[in-house]
């Protein structure tokens, strides 16, 4: 059984950071690209970014470019989601995603507040 789960969402101020995972299970995840969303309130989804299997990432959010990185831990099945210079306006809720044998996973998502 695929599980993507997300954790690490919280409240912080502009300018802070914040790192958020995503714990897989029930599949080859050293070989699964493993894409991160955001969904603001009253706003569409939007992807921000994936990460091959080897570990590069192409951005697909100009917006978060220089401020956002991604990494996995093969050891652990976890994906991250470092964000840096937390502006108001990346507050959403977070999601890893990723294409499992033709089926697309999605995790439950963890909430991201920006606010002083």
């Known amino acids: 059984q695929v599980q993507l789960v997300e954790s690490g969402g919280g409240l912080v101020q502009p300018g802070e950071s914040l790192r958020l995972s995503c714990a897989t299970s029930g599949f080859n995840f050293g070989n699964a690209i493993m894409n991160w969303y955001r969904q603001a309130p009253g706003k569409e989804r939007e992807f921000l970014l994936s990460m091959s299997h080897d570990g590069t990432t192409t951005y697909h959010l100009d917006s978060v470019k220089g401020r956002f990185t991604s990494s996995r831990d093969l050891t652990k099945n976890t994906a991250y989601l470092q964000m840096n210079n937390l502006k108001p306006e990346d507050t959403a809720t977070y999601y890893c995603?990723?294409?499992?044998?033709?089926?697309?996973?999605w995790g439950q998502g963890t909430q991201v507040i920006v606010s002083s």
């Open positions: 995603h990723s294409w499992i044998l033709f089926e697309q996973y």
